[in-house]
């Protein structure tokens, strides 16, 4: 099959997520800045999460760039990360409006783990249709930061139960890791 049905879906529905996102930020009342101290943790919170998605819409571009078609499989492990996507806006809303505290800071960091791990699942899919010898297995080579950033994502979580900021640092490490995009396949298909 054909990919370009699979990235302009994908595309639309992270386009989707954003605008949620965005939508369910709320203006303070009032017209100083003091009355932009309430709405601060879920603008931090906001920030963080369209980061993350969009390190996730250049790295989903870079790793469809890379391939040629797609199967069953592929469709399916690329909604499963959609789903996890999906729920980025909530978990940002609950953690940014509850001020980083543990419970929803834990559910963010299930919820960038989910989409990490679908993430793999996704690129497995992608390399089991085009090969160990395609252009996309050279590109992805070991993928040592991929499988950082779960290690990060699972220490985080668990850092969570201790001191939730903490956990909000590591999650913005990961951030930073990946805020360049993938440049591993750039180089591969050049």
């Known amino acids: 099959m054909d990919k370009n049905r699979m990235e302009a879906f994908s595309d639309g529905v992270i386009a989707i997520i954003i605008t949620i996102m965005v939508l369910e930020m709320k203006a303070p009342h009032g017209t100083s800045w003091k009355s932009l101290e309430p709405v601060f943790p879920a603008f931090l919170s906001y920030i963080l999460s369209f980061t993350y998605l969009a390190i996730y819409w250049n790295n989903h571009h870079h790793l469809l760039k890379a391939v ?41 960091g299930i919820d960038l783990l989910c989409a990490a791990v679908s993430y ?71």
């Open 120 to 190: 793999q699942l996704l690129v497995q899919a992608l390399l089991a249709r085009h090969g160990r010898e395609s252009l996309l297995a050279k590109a992805i080579g070991k993928d040592v930061k991929g499988k950082i950033s779960i290690v990060i994502y699972i220490l985080a979580i668990g850092v969570s139960f201790l001191h939730p900021l903490w956990a909000c640092f590591l999650y913005a490490l990961v951030a930073v890791m990946w805020i360049v995009p993938d440049q591993r396949i750039e180089r591969v298909l050049k």
């Open 68 to 108: 040629k078609e797609v199967d069953g499989r592929v469709l399916w492990a690329n909604l499963h990360l959609l789903f996890w996507l999906s729920l980025i806006p909530f978990a940002s809303a609950w953690m940014g409006e509850n001020h980083f505290a543990q419970i929803p800071v834990i559910l963010y």
